[in-house]
């Protein structure tokens, strides 16, 4: 019976745990702005159930910031697809997104994106007029195809891409980010931008 126990509670553990991914600007790359901002951001995905995520946004400040819209893109060539489906959308006090209704979001796609992301596809998106300021945050309730694949897993590899807008940051009018992909043992923030598009295109491509 301890046994069954002890293997339950490890088990809860197991699903219950996450990961904290940050963000690197994909233009302005050489604003310290820019990049201050990708470090305050943060995405922790947190496994809810079968085929289920939960997605947790913060911007932790203190340079200011407003994350207008948010992309979850997957490969063009991912066969079965992902189908990334937005569930519910959870807005922290003072935050308000949506799916954009009937037009969508708008922009359709992240800004400054279209070369990098030439091979890859919008699944879901959420915008909000009023951003996601420091100090607030916003949590997403995802479904996705499970089994095949692993959300988290995914992330990783870059099969499924997350990328934010983000407006109103000082010196720079707006700038787009990817999330980083950890690393073992670390968490990799790029300091040049060369670093940082030489290993977003061959991590991104990798399909595995």
Do not use: W
Not at 27 to 49: D, K, R
Not at 156 to 174: F, P
């Amino acid at each position: 019976m301890k046994n069954l126990l002890l293997g339950a509670m490890l088990m809860a553990a197991f699903t219950a745990s996450g990961e904290l991914f940050n963000f690197y600007p994909i233009n302005h790359t050489a604003n310290e702005y820019a990049q201050s901002v990708g470090g305050q951001l943060s995405m922790e995905v947190v496994t809810a159930g079968a085929g289920s995520v939960s997605v947790l946004f913060q911007n932790t400040g203190p340079v200011e910031s407003e994350v207008r819209e948010i992309y979850f893109y997957t490969p063009n060539d991912l066969n079965p697809p992902v189908n990334i489906t937005l569930n519910s959308i959870i807005n922290g006090p003072g935050v308000n997104f949506d799916d954009g209704g009937q037009n969508g979001v708008n922009p359709s796609e992240l800004p400054s994106g279209s070369m990098l992301l030439m091979d890859y596809t919008v699944d879901t998106a959420v915008d909000s007029k009023k951003g996601l300021n420091p100090g607030e945050s916003l949590e997403l309730i995802l479904s996705y195809a499970a089994p095949p694949y692993n959300f988290i897993g995914m992330l990783h590899t870059g099969q499924i891409l997350v990328g934010v807008h983000v407006a109103k940051i000082q010196e720079v009018s707006s700038v787009s980010y990817l999330h980083v992909i950890p690393e073992p043992a670390s968490m990799v923030l790029f300091t040049s931008a060369a670093a940082s598009f030489a290993f977003a295109r061959r991590r991104f491509m990798q399909i595995v």
